[in-house]
């Protein structure tokens, strides 16, 4: 994993994009290379190629990424530095007309990156972004692969970038995977999870392997629970097609939520060697039982009002059918069988259009053994609370009691706060710059391994398979704009738990 401030650019290489003409690249990958350019760390000698099927010329293709680069600066209020764009844009190449089914293209494509090594000395390294519809992921690295483009033989890295999603279910998680490993080796795949670009999930590893004061509180002894939440106040923004074949659950909890539960719960590893961190998550995910139909509540939003804006229910988006049984929004009770975290149930929520947009892993400790101050309001004040912010309002927060000034013994929970902002300037991102880099420096840290991808579609199996058989009942069952559905209080209430307040998540 990096540190980007220290560390030099990564070797010269060429950076095909499949999917050149398409959103990704436009809003986030180009954008990205910009960013890393103005922190010295993109290649001294780059070449960028976009493969694409529609028709375009190189400078319309620049064009093209740069009017999407200077829309992104403007909303920062930055303007655009044309010598580092330079750095960007000297080499941009489109495959015009590029079928990613067409051998014809691959044949283009091995042509081109020949002569453009010959040309700039780029030492034979090429790293493949898959930014294409999961559809194409197979027929990609098969072709890739026929072309001979992935060889290990080859005179430099050859690497793959696969977006998500990564599979729908177990069983076409394990066929994809199969199917890119017949074309590639394990190592030279890069199974992108964008939570895992942001800062603060980064900095939970820093937090609790690089200070010696957590690592003996971080267990069943000291923690009572831990609540995990991502919460939208956004709707499914005109991707009811993508939406309606997905649902909360396959979106989010796979991949993002059980990553954010994998960097807190992990036993520390040996080193920050990528094997190392990706060998301890596997592990943990041993841990975990299976999840299932119980464990899990499901919803869906109806009309609302979301930051006093009026806003439709799900089944009355565009492309959404009007009977949908889609989830919007899922809440679950996981179990961590292992020495550290038996008894430490992990309660993960995540949902669209409720009344705030914020994500955070909050720990909470047990309470003071003894109830000393029993004559004072003590057994109603909250529990010590760590609390890692990760969007928006990047950072962490610890809750704890304190007294109120006055004669009186009298006890308030108080928050003392570190926000990352404040200490650090934060380099304008995007936030796939540091998974890009760490793809041109070959640190699979941030990566997710093939092993990893299926044991989290096997932990959420049951729930699938549960839900594909059983109609939801009350659905839609949460207005937009509140907290999700009550049945997610239920949940917790039957442990004698509850959520932490959604509207106070940013604040407290
Ligand atoms: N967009 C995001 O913010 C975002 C965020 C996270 C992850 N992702 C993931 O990133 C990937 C790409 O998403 P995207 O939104 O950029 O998709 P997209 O806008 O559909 O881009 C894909 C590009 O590939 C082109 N294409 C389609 N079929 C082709 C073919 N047979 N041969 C050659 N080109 C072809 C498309 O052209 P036409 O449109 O003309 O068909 C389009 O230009 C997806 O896996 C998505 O899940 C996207």
Known sequence: ??????????????????????????????????????????????????????????????????????????????????????????????LSGGDFEKTETYQRLCECLEAEDKKDSLGGNVLFYMAVADRFFATIAKMLGEAGLVSSEAKGFRRVIVEKPFGHDLHSAKALNACLLKYLKEEQIYRIDHFLGKETVQNIMALRFANGLFEPIWNRDRIDHIQITVAESIGIEGRGNFYEKTGALRDMVPNHLFQLVAMTAMEPPVSFDAEDIRAKKAELFKAMPTLAVTDVVRGQYDAGTVQSEQVVAYRREPNVAPDSNIETYVAMRLKIDNWRWAGVPFYLRTGKRLNIRSSEIAIRFKQAPFALFRNTPVDELDADWLILRIQPDEGIRLRFNAKRPGPAMTLESVSMRFNYK??????????????????????????????????????????????AHTTPRHFPNYAAGTEGPSAANDLLAKDGRSWRDIRILGGK
């Not at 190189?58 to 909303?75: M, R, S, T």
């Not at 941030?446 to 991808?453: C, G, P």
């Open 1 to 94: 994993m990096s540190t980007q401030s220290h560390n030099p650019p990564p070797p010269p290489c060429a950076i095909v994009i499949f999917g050149a003409n398409g959103d990704l690249t436009k809003r986030l990958i180009v954008p990205a290379l910009y960013n890393l350019a103005r922190t010295g760390l993109l290649p001294e000698r780059l070449t960028l190629i976009g493969v694409d099927h529609n028709k375009k010329t190189d400078a319309e293709w620049q064009g093209a990424v740069k009017e999407f680069l200077l829309g992104i600066l403007k909303k920062n209020g930055e303007a655009l530095d044309e010598k580092l764009w330079g750095q960007v844009a000297r080499r941009m190449i489109f």
């Open 422 to 467: 404040d200490y650090f300037h934060q380099a304008p991102a995007v936030g796939y710059e540091t998974l890009i880099y760490d793809c041109l420096t070959g640190d699979a840290t941030l990566f997710q391994r093939a092993d990893q991808v299926e044991a989290a579609w096997a932990l959420v199996e049951p729930v699938l398979k549960g839900w």
